[in-house]
Nanobody, 127 residues
Framework: QVQLVESGGGSVQAGGSLRLSCSAS????????MGWFRQAPGKEREFVSV????????VYADNVKGRFTISRDAAKNTVHLQMNSLKPEDTAVYYC????????????????????WGQGTQVTVSS
């Protein structure tokens, strides 16, 4: 059974940094797609970033572009999200998501295209 486990969340002040990690067990996504979504209180889940290893790397939501960097350690079946210059509006529960195949670019934004989800890790940014 596939499990995704996130780690690295916490509380920081605005301008600070955090690094999230997502480790997959029970399966490998070496040929698939792994990424991150987030959900703030009272808001819908939104796409953050995905790693498309076959096309050069990360895809980012506009509101995190230039501040967040996604990377993958294929040997460890792990994806990381380095978050710099954090803002209070980045406060949310961050979820790792994965699917066994390559997602075309038009599909990465929709959480319904991912089959596996982690339990989430809280990120809180104070002003």
């Amino acid at each position: 059974q596939v499990q995704l486990v996130e780690s690295g969340g916490g509380s920081v002040q605005a301008g600070g940094s955090l690094r999230l990690s997502c480790s997959a067990s029970g399966g490998t996504f070496s040929s698939g797609t792994m990424g991150w979504f987030r959900q703030a209180p009272g808001k819908e889940r939104e796409f953050v970033s995905v790693f498309r290893w076959w096309s050069g790397g990360g895809v980012y939501a506009d509101n995190v572009k230039g501040r967040f960097t996604i990377s993958r350690d294929a040997a460890k079946n792990t994806v990381h999200l380095q978050m710099n210059s954090l803002k209070p509006e980045d406060t949310a529960v961050y979820y790792c998501a994965a699917v066994d195949w390559r997602l075309i670019l038009s599909r990465v934004w929709n959480g319904e295209n991912y089959d596996y989800w982690g339990q989430g890790t809280q990120v809180t940014v104070s002003s």
